[in-house]
T-cell receptor, first 112, second 114 residues
Framework: KQEVTQIPAALSVPEGENLVLNCSFTDSAIYNLQWFRQDPGKGLTSLLLIQSSQREQTSGRLNASLDKSSGRSTLYIAASQPGDSATYLCAVRNTGGFKTIFGAGTRLFVKA | ETGVTQTPRHLVMGMTNKKSLKCEQHLGHNAMYWYKQSAKKPLELMFVYNFKEQTENNSVPSRFSPECPNSSHLFLHLHTLQPEDSALYLC?????????????FGPGTRLTVT
C-alpha cells in the first residue's frame, strides 16, 4: 500500500533563504509525482509534475527532483518570498489506474 | 483562477438533508476526480471518472453518490450525512486515459454537517 510522507510538517524561514521540502513514498511503481501549493481554505495549485522517467523539473524559482529507486522527491525553492507562504503538498499517482496518494503537506511561513 | 469551478463554495446542511455538489471543467479533459480534505488529514481520493466511467471508488460510504453525465460535469450527491463528513470537498480534472497527466483542482466546497 502506497504511503507518502512529507518532512518537515512545518517550516519558518526568513525572506531570501533557499529551502528544500522533502517527500518520500514507499512504492516506486508510480506514473508521476506532482507538487502542489495550497493557500488556507483554497483549492490546490499545481506547481510541477515529474513523470516517472524524469529526474527533475524546473519552473522559475522552483526545482523538483525525483529519485524513484529511493522513493524520494525534493522541492527546492530559491530566494524565498513572503508570498511563498502556503502549504506544499506532494502526490504520487500509482501505475495501473488513477489512484493518487497525497502527503500531509509542509506548511511554510516566510517572514518578511 | 483555474479552469475547474465548483458550486456552491460553502454549504451547511443537516444530517437529514439531501444536497448536491457540482463541478465543471472548461479544460477539455476527460477524467474527473472527487477528493475529501478533512482537518489534519491528507487529501483522500474518493472517486474517479474516466470518459464518464467510474474507475475508482475508494471505499466511500453510500451516503456519497457521484454522477458524471458528461466529461465536463461531475456531481456529488449527499444524503443522511454525519458530522464527521464535514470537510473541504475538492474536484479535479486531467486528460483522460491511463497515461500520466497533470491534475487541475477547483477551489473546493466547504461542507459543514450539523
Amino acid at each position: 500500500k502506497q504511503e507518502v510522507t512529507q518532512i518537515p510538517a512545518a517550516l519558518s524561514v526568513p525572506e531570501g533563504e533557499n529551502l528544500v521540502l522533502n517527500c518520500s513514498f514507499t512504492d516506486s511503481a508510480i506514473y508521476n509525482l506532482q507538487w502542489f501549493r495550497q493557500d488556507p481554505g483554497k483549492g490546490l495549485t499545481s506547481l510541477l509534475l515529474i513523470q516517472s522517467s524524469q529526474r527533475e523539473q524546473t519552473s522559475g524559482r522552483l526545482n523538483a527532483s525525483l529519485d524513484k529507486s529511493s522513493g524520494r522527491s525534493t522541492l527546492y525553492i530559491a530566494a524565498s518570498q513572503p508570498g511563498d507562504s502556503a502549504t506544499y503538498l506532494c502526490a504520487v499517482r500509482n501505475t495501473g489506474g488513477f489512484k493518487t496518494i497525497f502527503g500531509a503537506g509542509t506548511r511554510l511561513f516566510v517572514k518578511a | 483562477e483555474t479552469g475547474v469551478t465548483q458550486t456552491p463554495r460553502h454549504l451547511v446542511m443537516g444530517m437529514t438533508n439531501k444536497k448536491s455538489l457540482k463541478c465543471e471543467q472548461h479544460l477539455g479533459h476527460n477524467a474527473m476526480y472527487w477528493y475529501k480534505q478533512s482537518a489534519k488529514k491528507p487529501l483522500e481520493l474518493m472517486f474517479v471518472y474516466n470518459f464518464k466511467e467510474q474507475t475508482e471508488n475508494n471505499s466511500v460510504p453510500s451516503r456519497f453518490s457521484p454522477e458524471c453525465p458528461n466529461s465536463s460535469h461531475l456531481f456529488l450527491h449527499l444524503h443522511t450525512l454525519q458530522p464527521e463528513d464535514s470537510a473541504l470537498y475538492l474536484c479535479a480534472s486531467s486528460q483522460g486515459g491511463e497515461r500520466s497527466y497533470e491534475q487541475y483542482f477547483g477551489p473546493g466546497t466547504r461542507l459543514t454537517v450539523t
